[in-house]
């Protein structure tokens, strides 16, 4: 059995984060020691794997709730499944076509820079006028404050 200390370094998971993930019924409730402390096994340790790694292939906590509500049913078909990643997938490419884009504006802005004085620097001048931005490169930002 471990404790929520060993479970959080095996799994590079932070305590409060392993604690919230219990709170909203990703985790199970703990098995307690006669002291009160949570006690994990192997069981817990393989779910919060899994969870983990959906979360840095960047699935959501609402996702990440239903592959495990799917893994939990192993003869249901892995149709769904495959959905939701196809969904994932087509998040991320979403995000690299508009990082592609931030990309190129930031290497316009800088290649414009000519190094003089601060007061004509093109970098600050295109970061006040963002509608300059805007109009020449399409919605390079956009979505950024969101």
Known sequence: MLTIGTLAKRTGTKVQTIRYYEQIGL?????????????????????????RHSRELGFSLDAIRELLDLSDTPDHSCGHIDAIAQKQLKAVEARIVRLEALRAELKRMIGECSGGAVADCRVLEVLRDHSECLSDHGQAGAGQDR
Do not use: C, K, N
């Open 27 to 51: 985790m199970p409730e703990p098995g307690r020691t006669a002291g009160g402390q949570r006690r994990y096994g192997d069981v817990e340790l393989d779910r919060l794997s899994f969870i």
